[in-house]
């Protein structure tokens, strides 16, 4: 019989007054025991309505019942048919947007915690079963990968399985993309994105490092010189938005890009461990209300800082973030300051940031996004004191590789225009997803679109 309680089982966590002092990581997983009566909350439906709701179609049904009869790794393999990292998706997917919300379970109570127990699985595997890696026979082709993030590393594990040569080219020295320099330590581990990385080269996956694509290669010495059959584009969107206001050269003023690449990928929280320094001052201001501005401000508060401040100019109930981390990151004690808008960033002499100008808004009428409209009060401006501010409001894709690939149409953001089912570009055996095509996304969207480009890379190769 199925367990019909209403509610879910909490996910255990550390107390916020001590996690905000370190990088250790916010929730500890479930144990055996509540995630055996979490999957008999799953009433196992026979048209499977939260697959639906899957970017890589996990079959979710069939894990939660695995886990019901105690077979774990049966549970992980399942999951492991349709989607190349388990554990980085049971950690940071926005499950109660997609699958979670298709979920029968969430009409009259909570839905299934689904994406608590695909962690629960994957935490079981890495900690009991060592992987056995069987290399698959070549198939004489060869296909480059241009970066190493989600998308990337999902297209060259699915094309790896199917015997191509897959080399990814990766423009920072360590592989992981997003999930390595843009996660906070503290929501996503590096050592399990490390191990889903080895396992790719275990497969035979080549990565190299340090190469950009666009100045080190161009895509065009890929097909011409190196002789790959095919290149496929998932180099996400990493090149910075800023609001154009006065004051953002000043000393203290950062993009999320950058403070976040400092803090994660260059160690920076375990300075003077590794030497890079985070300028962090006593008041902090994160510009933004996504994810990133989330990651940012918890960063922050986790440095030193003794005032966080998330500034977004519209209410809370518009915050793009996920509820989770806004939760999170109240418990920790972050400050919102919510219907503000920046209008400039003041300084002293020495160019250091001293100061900000917000102006009050209030929401008007609903916009092209179906969002209400903030409108600016006028003479509601006032100063907030702070000597850090992190620019969160977003990030487009880099312009080197459609400046040097001719023939590569974009469009008007610089995001690669591709099929949205094939991920099939102008260029013929040119092939992108994720980030670079959509915009700032999700990992588990850019997944699926690696997923559904390496189907269609070998069924064009293949003939």
Same mark, same amino acid.
């Not at 996690?19 to 025991?33: A, P, Q």
């Not at 689904?114 to 595997?125: C, K, Q």
């Not at 808004?361 to 509601?380: H, N, Q, T």
């Not at 590569?408 to 040119?430: P, Q």
């Given at each position: 019989m199925?367990?019909? !309680?209403?509610? !879910? *089982? ?6 916020p *007054?001590?996690?905000n002092k370190?990088?250790?990581?916010v929730?500890t997983g479930?144990?055996?025991e ?10 196992n439906?026979?048209n499977?309505?939260c #697959?639906?709701?899957? =970017?890589?179609a996990v079959k979710?049904?069939e894990f939660?019942? $695995? ?5 774990f790794?049966?549970?992980?393999q ?5 989607s190349a +990292? ?5 950690i940071?997917? =926005? ?7 298709k979920c ?7 839905s ?11 935490d079981?595997? #890495? ?6 890696i069987?290399k698959?026979?070549p198939?004489?082709?060869k296909?480059?990968?241009?970066g190493?993030?989600? @998308? %990337?590393?999902t297209?060259?594990g699915?094309?790896?399985?199917k015997?191509?040569a897959?080399?990814?080219y ?9 999930l390595?320099? %843009?996660?906070?330590?503290? !929501?996503? =581990?590096?050592d399990?994105?490390?191990?889903e990385i080895? /396992?790719?080269?275990?497969? %035979?996956?080549?990565i ?7 100045? &080190?290669? &161009?895509?065009?010495? +890929?097909f011409d010189?190196m ?10 969107a990493?090149? =910075?938005s800023? #609001?154009g206001i006065?004051?953002? @050269?000043? *000393?203290?003023v ?6 976040l /690449? ?5 160690k ?7 030497? &890079? ?6 008041n ?9 501005a #989330? ?7 986790? $440095?030193?800082a003794?005032?966080v401040?998330?500034?977004? !100019?519209r ?11 806004v ?8 400050i919102f300051?919510l $219907?503000?808008?920046p209008t400039?960033f003041?300084? *002293? ?17 609903p916009?092209? @996004? ?13 100063? +907030?004191?702070?000597?850090t501010a ?9 312009p080197?590789?459609?400046?040097? &690939?001719?023939?590569?149409? /974009?469009?008007?953001?610089g995001?690669i ?18 980030d670079?095509?959509t915009?700032?996304?999700?990992v588990?969207?850019a ?17």
């Amino acid at each position: 019989m199925p367990n019909m !309680r209403p509610d !879910r *089982n909490p996910m255990p966590e550390q107390d916020p *007054n001590v996690r905000n002092k370190n990088f250790k990581e916010v929730t500890t997983g479930y144990t055996e025991e509540m995630a055996l009566d979490e999957a008999q909350r799953c009433l196992n439906c026979k048209n499977k309505p939260c #697959m639906a709701g899957c =970017p890589v179609a996990v079959k979710i049904p069939e894990f939660i019942q $695995l886990i019901a009869q105690n077979d774990f790794e049966g549970a992980y393999q399942k999951i492991k048919e349709t989607s190349a +990292l388990p554990a980085v998706c049971g950690i940071v997917c =926005p499950q109660e947007k997609q699958c979670e919300a298709k979920c029968v379970r969430g009409i009259k109570g909570e839905s299934v915690a689904i994406g608590r127990l695909e962690r629960f699985v994957a935490d079981y595997h #890495m900690q009991n079963v060592e992987d056995e890696i069987v290399k698959p026979e070549p198939n004489g082709k060869k296909v480059a990968v241009v970066g190493s993030g989600p @998308s %990337g590393l999902t297209a060259a594990g699915d094309l790896a399985k199917k015997g191509y040569a897959v080399t990814i080219y990766e423009a920072f020295h360590t592989a992981g993309g997003v999930l390595m320099y %843009g996660i906070p330590e503290f !929501r996503l =581990p590096k050592d399990i994105v490390q191990k889903e990385i080895d /396992t790719l080269k275990a497969m %035979g996956v080549d990565i190299e490092t340090n190469v950009i694509i666009g100045k &080190t290669i &161009t895509v065009d010495e +890929l097909f011409d010189d190196m002789g790959y059959d095919a290149v496929y584009i998932g180099s996400g969107a990493g090149l =910075p938005s800023f #609001m154009g206001i006065d004051g953002e @050269s000043l *000393n203290g003023v950062y993009s999320a890009n950058e403070f976040l /690449t400092r803090i994660n990928l260059m160690k920076g929280y375990k300075f003077p461990d590794y030497d &890079t320094p985070v300028y962090i001052g006593k008041n902090v201001a994160v510009l933004g209300g996504g994810n990133v501005a #989330m990651d940012a401000a918890r960063s922050a508060k986790r $440095l030193g800082a003794e005032n966080v401040y998330i500034v977004y !100019r519209r209410g809370e109930e518009e915050l793009p973030a996920r509820k989770e981390e806004v939760e999170h990151a109240k418990e920790e004690g972050i400050i919102f300051k919510l $219907l503000q808008n920046p209008t400039k960033f003041i300084g *002293n002499d020495e160019g250091w940031l001293t100061n900000m100008e917000v102006v009050h808004m209030e929401l008007g009428e609903p916009d092209d @996004s179906g969002r209400r409209r903030p409108v600016k009060i006028e003479g509601s401006e006032e100063i +907030l004191d702070i000597d850090t501010a992190v620019v969160a409001i977003g990030q487009t894709p880099n312009p080197l590789i459609r400046k040097t &690939t001719k023939g590569l149409d /974009t469009n008007k953001r610089g995001c690669i225009i591709a099929d949205e089912v094939t991920g099939k570009t102008s260029r013929d055996h040119i092939y992108a997803g994720g980030d670079v095509v959509t915009g700032a996304a999700t990992v588990i969207l850019a997944m699926g679109a690696g997923k559904a480009a390496a189907k269609a890379i070998d069924e064009e190769l293949q003939g």
